[in-house]
């Protein structure tokens, strides 16, 4: 009998390699069938394999050699190959069947690398294998993506109460197209199933067309009464929009694969996709970074606060629906959390290349330490909103060779402690916008370094500590290089015992070029431009400087305790200081002071019981004036107008206007010898005690 079986079913295999319609072959496989009950199909089993697979091979070629025939007689799909024609007709023969699949990709949680819950993904069953994105384009073309939105849901659903257990408390996304119309009996089959199964699905939309507010406002409201979960699909292309995002309303939002791709090599995305997640976490929304296929990518979004992974890396889609992923790629997942999970621990956020930090989510997360250039030297922009004062200071990483960008931040340290402090061996161009403001600290700058400022922004600094300095160095240290180059002010308000507020104490090359300067300094002794406790060399020009300092032991540009060499020009200078040993510009008790100034405005307001104006106070003194405005209000036991008590004075005056007012019992030609006095043009009035003394110097 299985001799005759096998007879006839050559016969049948024979036809249906010459048929030549799917009709034709229609009716041979009817024949096969009722031979197959005329036997009994109970041991015949190996048979019927072989001819599912004869049939499927029939059919797929038959498909292909009538499908150009089949268009052109009827006219049909002109714009489309003879190879799309077969795969539209195979499409067609798909979805009238019914015949789909589904893998299963996990979507796995970054925080312990267990499985959160499955996307079914569509498997067509054909051995042509047109690809799911090819079966949506040819149902569009033909009007079917209703047929396959009914099939998608009603077989996924089905799968879904089938493995209840299996699932457990994890969801099945199911992929939806918004604009398909179901008919009426479909529908109420969907929804009653949707409902039945709420805890277990999620429908994520997938269509990139916008929806109207009518279209999305009944879909909401069908899925909020089913108690359904929402995820939208492929965020950041299309018309993903953060006002999409706000009218859908999701629980997930799934992160484009293109913005995933290569994201560790990238800045541009990492912003993004950043905000993405950050967006998402602000609106209670689970953000799921698809497309993750390399360790570098889970590693990187997994650090930028992804909630959800899903990709080749973690797991690929599989027929059957696996309980987990590989345990190293889990324990890897765990380190990675466990890293991001340290840094909010030990309340440190490590910024990223490129990046744009925002100090207000920041502060809101209890972040205290910011790092800058560790992941790189590009440009980094830390902000915040104008006024709100953040528990936040910042460290640059050493080595880094970049720009930060200042806007409107408002930072606090420990008393003491600088706000800002740059590492070693770096070149820090910092550029100012808006109103920035720190507190009880600095920015501090190591030997090794280079700060550059510049930008429209403003700098304001408040100090209040025992010792403390604004933009410099500590008094045991030398400051690096700093170099003023900003059209906006630097204002620091020093209440301290000993202070700086730009320089250090051991001293360090400085250069203003241009920009406002506002110091107001209250304490024991310091300085406000320059060094405490060693020589010092200042080139300032093209500013405004306005110094008000009340110390018992200062000097306003210079050092209190080393040699002085200044050269100003260009510049418009105000000081106003009153205390015990004061010295306007130059030394209190350095060996020298070698100050030029020339093309500049400066005005002096000083009481105390020794001062000068300009002057190593108990040292060498060499100052030249050139084509500037002098003007000298001077007031104590023992002071001077210009120069030291010494008696080795020597300055030159050309072509400048100097009015010098002393109220004081020192007679001036005690401590300056006028053979040392040269005035060259110009004019020079000497008044002491209110009256004018005449002054003869050498021509």
Known sequence: MKDNMISQLQELIAEASQADSLEALDAISSRYEELLSNYGNGEYTELQTIWNHVEEMARTIITYKNAGAEAAENHMYPDLSEQERAELLETERVINRNLFHYHFQPIVDTFNGEIYSYEALMRPQSNMCPSPFKILKYAEYTGKLNDIERATFLNILDIVEQKKDLLGDRRIFINSIPRTKLDPEDELKVHELLERNSDSVVVEMTEQAELDDAELGIIKSQFQQMNVQLAIDDYGTGYSNVNNLLRYIPNFVKIDRSLITNIQNSPQKRHFVREIIEFCHDNNILALAEGVETSEELHTVILLGADLIQGFYTARPSAEIIDSIPHAIKQEIYRYHAERADGKKQHIYIADNAERVLLDRLNKEGYSNLILGQKGNDDVTVTCTPGLNTNIHIEVANGFKGTIILENIDLTNVKGRPCIEIGDDCDVTLVLCGENYLHSGGIRVPETSRLTVNGEGRLRIMLDALCNYGIGCEMEARHGDLIFEQIGGIFVDLNCTV??????????????????????????????????????????????????????????????????????????????????????????????????????????????????????????????????????????????????FSGDTKFSLTNSSSVINMLTPVKFNDYINMDNVIISGGRVELYVNREEVPINVNP
Do not use: P
């Not at 300085?527 to 093209?542: C, F, K, P, Q, R």
């Not at 070698?594 to 100052?623: P, Q, W, Y």
């Open 499 to 644: 202070g700086v507020c730009i320089g250090s104490g051991q001293g360090g090359n400085i250069k203003i070029l241009r920009g406002q300067y506002v110091l107001n300094m209250h304490g024991s002794y310091g300085v406000g431009i320059g060094a405490v406790h060693a020589d010092t060399n200042l080139e300032i020009s093209g500013c405004d400087i306005d110094a008000d300092i009340t110390m018992s032991r200062m000097v306003a540009i210079g050092s209190l305790d080393g040699s002085s060499s200044i050269h100003l020009y260009s510049a418009s200078t105000k000081i106003k200081m009153a205390g015990i040993d004061v010295v306007g510009i130059g030394t209190v008790d350095g060996e020298r002071a070698d100050v030029h100034i020339n093309d500049a405005s400066l005005i002096f307001k000083i009481m105390g019981d020794h001062c000068s104006s300009v002057a190593a106070l108990e040292g060498i003194t060499r100052f030249k004036l050139s084509r500037a405005s002098l003007s000298i209000a001077i007031e104590g036991d023992k002071v001077l107008g210009l120069g030291g």
